[in-house]
Structures are given as structure tokens and as C-alpha cells.
């Protein structure tokens, strides 16, 4: 029986991975522009926070209509779509960075709390993939933020800022994009198309990942009851207004 191997190559459009073939020779895909990001603003007393990329060299506002761009990712899929042989592609496995933050942008000025709802997920064509594993889109988040185990799924993750956000200010939130290795691993066998063959397909192959990022806040005022009237969370709040604990659990 003669067994075939099907060699993958990660594809990085905006926002999304796509798995193909990655041989000399294979067929380059192009980057498609298409991304879920989106921002969700929620207003206390006028406030507002707003969730920015670094595009370049200035930060630019991102939201559901101008979405995240993944600059260092989407420069290495223009060389994995180029035929020039000293360009360094694409590579699974490897730290690309990545610069997001949340910025206090309230109109009266007030200093808030922020949370943050990471989502990341496999898609299929138009459908959602929920066989492939989304820890395998490994976002590295800055320091300062809390992560609330009692509240993430296998698709969510949920940060909290425990330092009040001043007006104006920022404070980063994601600092590189991986994607594991493990999408080269994951094969099945099936029947070839010629009968005594086997093929062995990547499941990552040909797929999408998304990240969608949500992010809201909350006045420092009453901080404990306002926390706990907006996002139904208990939190515990020391004399500089730092939060010191979430739902029982302590904030380190």
C-alpha cells in the first residue's frame, strides 16, 4: 500500500490562519483581508475605552469596522507569497509580535476599570470548526491584567485591568501571536483516489482562525457596587482602588 503525505504551510490573512501545502512548488494561496474584531463600549457616565493597534509607527483605533491587521504576521505572508528565495516566510512556531492596548479615551475624563473578553476559534469555510483547538492560537498578554479562570470557556478568555485605567491613558493588552506547532501534527488517513494508496490530511489544512476582541469598562466611583451592577462580578477594592480580589479569588 503506498502512503502519501500532504505537507502543510501556514497562510496568515488578516486576523485569520489558513493551513495549505507547503512544499516547494506548492500553490501559494493569497492573504484575504477579513477579520472579527470588534470593540463594545460600555457607557457610565461617559465612558468610554477604546482598543488600538500599532500600525506602523502610530497606533490606530480598531473596531468592527477597521479590524486588527497583525502587521509582523501579514508582512511575513507577503513573503510566503513571493517567489524571492531570501525572503524568511511565515513560520508555525515562532513569537511574531504584536502591539494592542486599551486607551481611556472618556469624554469627562474619568479614570475606569477595564475588562477584556479574548475570543479564539477555528472556522471551516463560513462555519465554525469546533473540533480544532483554539489554545493553538496562542496570544501573549501583557502584564497587569488578571485572567478569570472561573469565567473562560475553551473559546473565551476574560482579563481584568486591577488598576484603574487614568484618562488618556493606555496600558497594553496583547504583545505577540504564536501558533503552535501542533497544527503540522494533527493528520488522519483516508483512502487515495487511486485504489492501494492512503492520504494523510492535515486537519488544520485549509482552515481559518479568528480572534475577536471585546473590550468595556466600568467607573471607579462606588467602585465595588458599580462593578458589581454592570458586569455582576464581586470584586474587593483596596484604599488606592486596585483591585485586590474577583469573585473570592485574589488578584496577584
Do not use: C
Amino acid at each position: 500500500m503506498k502512503k502519501i503525505v500532504k505537507n502543510p504551510l501556514v497562510i496568515l490573512a488578516v486576523g485569520m490562519l489558513v493551513v495549505a501545502a507547503s512544499s516547494v512548488g506548492a500553490t501559494r494561496a493569497a492573504i484575504t483581508y477579513s477579520s472579527q474584531s470588534e470593540q463594545v463600549d460600555f457607557s457610565t457616565a461617559k465612558l468610554q475605552v477604546e482598543l488600538q493597534e500599532k500600525q506602523g509607527d502610530d497606533y490606530a483605533a480598531v473596531n468592527s469596522a477597521d479590524s486588527l491587521t497583525f502587521p509582523s504576521i501579514a508582512e511575513a505572508m507577503k513573503t510566503n507569497d513571493s517567489d524571492k528565495s531570501n525572503d524568511i516566510p511565515f513560520t508555525v512556531g515562532k513569537k511574531y509580535d504584536e502591539n494592542v492596548r486599551v486607551v481611556n479615551t472618556s469624554e469627562g475624563g474619568y479614570d475606569e476599570y477595564v475588562r477584556v473578553y479574548v475570543y479564539k476559534y477555528w472556522q471551516d469555510g463560513k462555519n465554525k470548526d469546533t473540533f480544532l483547538d483554539p489554545e493553538l492560537i496562542n496570544l501573549e498578554v501583557a502584564d497587569g491584567w488578571y485572567e478569570d479562570k472561573t469565567e473562560e470557556t475553551l473559546e473565551r478568555k476574560v482579563y481584568y485591568l486591577a488598576k484603574p485605567l487614568a484618562y488618556n491613558e493606555s496600558h497594553d493588552l496583547i504583545k505577540s501571536v504564536t501558533i503552535g506547532n501542533e497544527v503540522l501534527t494533527y493528520v488522519k488517513t483516508v483512502d487515495g483516489d487511486k485504489t492501494g494508496v492512503v492520504v494523510d490530511e492535515y486537519k488544520y489544512n485549509g482552515k481559518t482562525f479568528y480572534v475577536e476582541i471585546m473590550v468595556d469598562a466600568v467607573q471607579t466611583h462606588n467602585a465595588e457596587d458599580a462593578i458589581l451592577g454592570a458586569w455582576g462580578v464581586h470584586v474587593e477594592v483596596d484604599d488606592n482602588g486596585v483591585i485586590t480580589s474577583i469573585n473570592g479569588a485574589a488578584v496577584n
